[in-house]
Each structure stands twice: as structure tokens, then as C-alpha cells.
């Protein structure tokens, strides 16, 4: 398995991944800086060295190898990590079987929650194909012959129904497949009544939505009520609750952070470097059905930063589709303005005679949409005058009004990526509103200024530390680490001529990596992946035979100075021990302290020698 793994690491390219998550990527001496992907920030503080395959943050303090650095993007654990990269590289998936490597109990926790998940998609799904009663037969009645949503779409996207009884998911999964209640409660399944302290369903006589993260795995739900709407409902049977009910935050399922249907979409999304964001779920089958799976849901909440940022890495363009009432016309301003932040090529929109998305699809066809796309999409700042004008001639307008608008647009400028975008569009501002470009491109100058743009206020983050500054923050175990990475064998030898032994170290994986070549642990502990990624990207470059030895010299006696000190502090505590309880002192022991005490005196430390 370890194998297995170090051949992984040898395919990955810590580059090419970081590009995906990372934008900006610019080369720095030896190694390369981005912005942090982990921390909103305005100048880049995340250092890569490719050649290494390591990575560091002197903002936000991550780093680590690419197996790491998967880990954290995607929120999964090692194994899924490794497996998932080995499927990207064309590698076989390491035999965990036999293996040394102990499993830890957060992947053991993160598996059950899995298996929880993913049993409670399929058992939705067959109570909505197969169960034989009034509830299940309205609910597909009301995707057939209502919605118009064809079989094969609706198995395809694991559309299934959740009955109404209170406990029947907890009562399948609990007693006939030997869950853990606890699993279900954290997977977001079920919840606790407050009442008698029992636990029941979450969703309950719904339509559900299984809901996948990029990887595609199930990691929560959402459910649709089923309405009483004449012959297709099952009357009396309204179940409680809203109209649209996702499944908790959990560990797993983050709403703010995932979009429905890109785990089933992102393919094409990145082919064609297109996403259609839409409101719903019905809206992301709709489109897919008529032959446009380029879909994304918020899944009925606004679009958020995060998840901006998340399909920033599939896609160059995003067209913006919402509700034609006052509330979807500006939360599609909002959701535009987020898009340009993250370098979108953004459009919006609007469909005619108030049509949802796969309504307008269902009633005329792909390639009409298509075309009405071509033709009626507007830019953001285009769809936002022509909002806040509603249809009043410019002409008409004060001059108060015409600025008082002007401003309004301020935010939707300001979140342009693209300083030549920004400078066009003010042209283009200016001249329909009939106000100075000069004027509004200093109003713009003063709004930036004052950190009111949303660009301004989502780099914020953790201040950035230079590389150059973060060495003084190495340990003196961490600089000799330093020097063994650069070259390994003479610094053991100084090291031993000085008596230290790889035990010595108050880090026992410095010492294996020093005196043994132990790459087992990188494998094995991503904490230790960070310590090597901290002290690569925090070292010089690489030194000259001189300064290399003068610096293993000076480092070797400051350690063993420091090792002297310690023991000499144990020696000095036992023996004050046997005097304060009245017994004698061994002469071993006295003489041990003497002899230390002596080492020390003639042991000079670096910073004598300077």
C-alpha cells in the first residue's frame, strides 16, 4: 500500500491541482504564489514549490503535500483522497486490505456516515418506484403527468419519496441494516423530539432530491412538499413543514458551499466552459431532460461566494436565470455581482411570460431556449439600468435621478475582475445614463477606496506573511530539518559527532527523517506532510558548501546545548526530590550532574561561535 501511495505521489502535479482551486498562479524565485484558496486575502501569501510537490500559507498557516491539499479543498478523508486522485491519474486504487496503516476513527466516522447516506438515496428511490400506495402514487403521477419529467430522467438523478410515517427511513436503516441512530442524526437523516427524546425522520411525505458534492457522493437532501393539488394528492395527507425542506449543515453537507447537479454536470460544464444557474431542482432535471445538462442549483436558497468559487473551477461563464419579480431581480443582481467577483463572464436571463426554466424548455424546446439565450442574455450592468430604469426613458430623468442611479451601479462595477471590463462598462453606464464617464469613474475611485466593493470585502482575511520573514519562524529542530532536506547525510554526521541520536529530538519524525530516511510517516501523517511543506518554502535557497557547514556546525552545538540543558534540569530536579524527602543522593546520579554541567561549559552554542 505504501507503494501504491509513493507512486501516486510521483504522478501528482501540485501545480496543475492548485490550478483548479487557485487562480492567479504567478512565478516567485523557486517556487510560485496564489491567493489561498482556504482564506479570502488581497495579496497572495500561498507558496507552491512543484519540484517538491509541496505547498504553504504564511497567512492562514496550511500546508502540505498534494494529497493534502486535496484533503482539504474536497473535505475528505486520506483514503477517499488517495483513491479519488489514483482514479484522476489512471492509477490503481491502493489494496487497503492487509495493510499496516490504521484506520482512524475519523474515517471511520466519515464512512458510516457514507453508508448512511447512501442507503437512505436508495431506499428513497425504491419507495418512490415501487411502493404500492396512495402516497407513492401521487407523488409519481405528480412528476409524470404533471411536472411532464420522463422515468429515465427521474432514475437518473435518484428522484425518490420519503412516506409519511414519522420513523420509517430511521426503522429501515436501524433495524434492517444495523445503523447507528447517532450515524443518522449526524448524516442530517433525523432529528431528536424534544418531547420524549425519540428520534424521528427529517423529511417526511416529500419528493427528494438526493444531493451530491463534486466528488458524487451523497452528502445531504433536499425534498419538495407534495401540495394537495386535486386528483393527484392523496387528500388529507398534507405533511407539515415549508414547501422546501435541505437537509441540515453537517460535516458533510455544507448548503452555502454546494451546488445540485454539478457533480452530475461538471463534465460538460468544463467542456463547454458554460453553467446555467438556476433556482431549483426541478429547473436543473428540466433542462437536463431537454438535452441542456449544464445546470446548477443553490437549491432554492441565493448563490453564495463559495459556491461561486466552487464553480469557478468548471466554468468561464455562467448565465444567470431567476423569478421575474422584484425579489429574483435582485437577488440575480446580488448572484451576478458574486459571478464577476470570481472572473465569470456573466449574463443574466429573463424568461418570458414568468415560465420557470423547464416550464419554458417542456413548452418550447432546446434549441428555442438556445436561441432566446443568444439573443436576450444581458451583460450584468445592461440588465441592472434596465431594471432600475423599469422602463422609464432617460431622457425624462433629473439629473439627481440619473446619478442617484449611477450610484446604485457602483457595487455591480466594483465586483469586476477585470480592470478593462470595469473601465468599458463605465463608458457604457455613462453614456446611457447621459452623466460625465470622469465623474462616475471617480465615484467608482472613491467607493473602492472606501472597501464598500464587494471584491474589497471578500479579500479580506488573515494578513499575509513573506516568505522571507516566516524562517525566523522555524524551530531550531525545523532549521536543521531545513539543511536534511537540502542534504541529508552530512548534517547526520555533524549531528552524531556532536552525540545526538535521532531519540534526542523532542520531534521524533525530524529525527527518523534525519538519521533513518523514514518516508513512511509521509504517508501516513498529513501533519508531518505540513511541517515538511512549512520548512521547504520557509528555507533560503539553496546554500553554498560553506554556509551549509558553517550552519550544520552552529546548529549541532546549539542542539546539543539545548539537550545538555534539558537533562541537566532532570538531573538537578532529582536530585533536589532525594534531598527534600532525606534520602542520600546516588553517587551515579552526582556524578552525571557534574558531567553534564561540565558538557555544557565546554559545549559552545551558535551563538557564541558568532
Known amino acids: 500500500m505504501h507503494k501504491d501511495i509513493e507512486a501516486l505521489r510521483s504522478k501528482l502535479d501540485l501545480l496543475d491541482l492548485v490550478r483548479e482551486y487557485a487562480r492567479d498562479l504567478k512565478k516567485s524565485g523557486k517556487s510560485w504564489v496564489a491567493n489561498c484558496p482556504f482564506h479570502e486575502e488581497k495579496t497572495p501569501s500561498m507558496h507552491i514549490d512543484p519540484d517538491k510537490g509541496l505547498f504553504h500559507c504564511f497567512g492562514c498557516k496550511k500546508g502540505g503535500d498534494a494529497i493534502h491539499f ?103 436503516l436501524v433495524t434492517k441494516h444495523g445503523l447507528d441512530p447517532r450515524i443518522l442524526q449526524k448524516a442530517g437523516l433525523v432529528t431528536v423530539s424534544p418531547r420524549d427524546g425519540r428520534y424521528r425522520d427529517l423529511f417526511r411525505q416529500r419528493l427528494m432530491f438526493p444531493v451530491a458534492d463534486v466528488r458524487g457522493d451523497v452528502c445531504g437532501f433536499g425534498g419538495r412538499i407534495l401540495e394537495d393539488s386535486g386528483s393527484w394528492a392523496a387528500k388529507g395527507s398534507i405533511a ?50 431537454a438535452g441542456l445538462p449544464l445546470a446548477v442549483s443553490p437549491m432554492g436558497g441565493a448563490l453564495t461566494a463559495a459556491q461561486a468559487k466552487v464553480l469557478r473551477r468548471f466554468a468561464g461563464e455562467t448565465v444567470l436565470l431567476f423569478d421575474p419579480d422584484t425579489a429574483g431581480f435582485e437577488g440575480a443582481i446580488r448572484a451576478g455581482r458574486l459571478c464577476l467577483v470570481q472572473g465569470f463572464v456573466t449574463r443574466l436571463l429573463k424568461l418570458p411570460s414568468g415560465l420557470d426554466p423547464d416550464e419554458f424548455v417542456l413548452k418550447y424546446g432546446a434549441q428555442t431556449f438556445e436561441e432566446l439565450e443568444k439573443r436576450e442574455a444581458k451583460s450584468l450592468i445592461e440588465f441592472e439600468l434596465e431594471f432600475r430604469l423599469a422602463g422609464r426613458g432617460v431622457a425624462a430623468l433629473r439629473l439627481e435621478e440619473r446619478q442617484q442611479t449611477a450610484r446604485a451601479l457602483l457595487p455591480s462595477l466594483a465586483a469586476m475582475a477585470s480592470e478593462m471590463d470595469r473601465s468599458d462598462a463605465v463608458i457604457f453606464a455613462a453614456q446611457a445614463l447621459r452623466i460625465s464617464p470622469v465623474g462616475l469613474e471617480r465615484e467608482l475611485e472613491h467607493f473602492l477606496g472606501q472597501d464598500g466593493g464587494l471584491r474589497s470585502q471578500t479579500k479580506r482575511g488573515p494578513s499575509s506573511a513573506e516568505p522571507k520573514d516566516a524562517g525566523f519562524m522555524l524551530s531550531l529542530e525545523e532549521a536543521i530539518l531545513a539543511l536534511a532536506i537540502q542534504d541529508r547525510e552530512p548534517i547526520s554526521r555533524v549531528l552524531s559527532g556532536r552525540g545526538v541520536t535521532a531519540s534526542d529530538f523532542e520531534d521524533g519524525r525530524i529525527g527518523r527523517y534525519i538519521f533513518s530516511s523514514d518516508t513512511q510517516e509521509r504517508a501516513e501523517d498529513p501533519s508531518w506532510t505540513e511541517v515538511l511543506a512549512r520548512v521547504v518554502l520557509s528555507a533560503e535557497n539553496p546554500l553554498s558548501n560553506e554556509e551549509f557547514d558553517r550552519m550544520a556546525e552552529g546548529y549541532a552545538a546549539e542542539l546539543r546545548r539545548k539537550i545538555l540543558t534539558r537533562e541537566r534540569a532532570g538531573l538537578d530536579e532529582a536530585i533536589k526530590l532525594r534531598r527534600k524527602s532525606g534520602r542520600a543522593c546516588e553517587a551515579q546520579l552526582l556524578a552525571r550532574f557534574l558531567e553534564v554541567s561540565k558538557l555544557l561549559k565546554n559545549n559552545e552554542s551558535v551563538f557564541e561561535e558568532a
Not at 135 to 157: M, P
Not at 240 to 256: A, E, H, V
Not at 265 to 282: M, P, Q
Open 240 to 289: 407539515p413543514g415549508p414547501k422546501y425542506l435541505n437537509s441540515p449543515d453537517t460535516d458533510f453537507f455544507k448548503k452555502g458551499e454546494i451546488l445540485y447537479g454539478l457533480a452530475d454536470h461538471k463534465a460538460l460544464i468544463r467542456e463547454k466552459g458554460k453553467a446555467y444557474v438556476v433556482e431549483g431542482y426541478f429547473d436543473v432535471l428540466g433542462l437536463a431532460q
Open 70 to 172: 486535496y484533503r482539504e479543498m474536497e473535505n475528505v478523508g486520506f483514503k477517499e483522497a488517495v483513491e479519488d486522485l489514483c482514479e484522476r491519474y489512471g492509477l490503481a486504487r491502493p489494496s487497503w486490505t492487509g495493510s499496516s496503516r490504521q484506520v482512524s476513527p475519523e474515517e471511520k466516522y466519515r464512512a458510516a456516515v457514507k453508508k448512511a447516506l447512501d442507503l437512505a438515496a436508495k431506499l428513497y428511490g425504491e419507495a418512490f418506484l415501487l411502493r404500492e400506495d396512495r402516497e407513492a402514487e401521487a407523488a409519481r403521477k405528480y412528476c409524470l403527468s404533471v411536472r411532464h419529467f420522463k422515468h429515465d430522467a427521474l432514475a437518473k438523478y435518484g428522484v425518490g419519496y420519503a412516506p409519511q410515517g414519522p420513523n420509517w427511513l430511521f426503522t429501515q
